[in-house]
């Protein structure tokens, strides 16, 4: 049984600190990319970061330098650690996990995160 249990969610004040996990069960953890994606309600879901199998990363422009997207194969687990929040990165996120080959993707149940003074 697959399942991606996100973990790490909460409130923070602007330029404050969040650290989101994502552990996986139930598929081959080290062949898959993976993504973070967030939604604010009333707006698309909006991809944040990527990591691939080989540990290559992209992030979308505005978070550049300030997330950080990482995984650890042995205890199969993505994160995203993220730095100088501001509140436009209030959100949902979800983590995602996608085959490179079959593209079978596989999601989180998102974690709120909430910005806010």
């Known amino acids: 049984q697959v399942q991606l249990v996100e973990s790490g969610g909460g409130l923070v004040q602007p330029g404050g600190s969040l650290r989101l996990s994502c552990a996986a069960s139930g598929f081959t953890f080290s062949s898959y990319v993976w993504d973070w994606y967030r939604q604010v309600p009333g707006k698309q879901r909006e991809w944040v970061a990527k990591i691939t199998s080989e540990g290559n990363t992209n992030y979308e422009d505005s978070v550049k330098g300030r997330f950080t997207i990482s995984r650890d194969n042995a205890k199969k687990t993505v994160s995203l650690q993220m730095n100088s929040l501001t509140l436009e990165d209030t959100a949902v996120y979800y983590c995602?996990?996608?085959?490179?080959?079959?593209?079978?993707?596989?999601w989180g149940q998102g974690t709120q995160v909430t910005v806010s003074s």
């Open positions: 995602q996990a996608i085959n490179p080959t079959t593209f079978i993707a596989y």
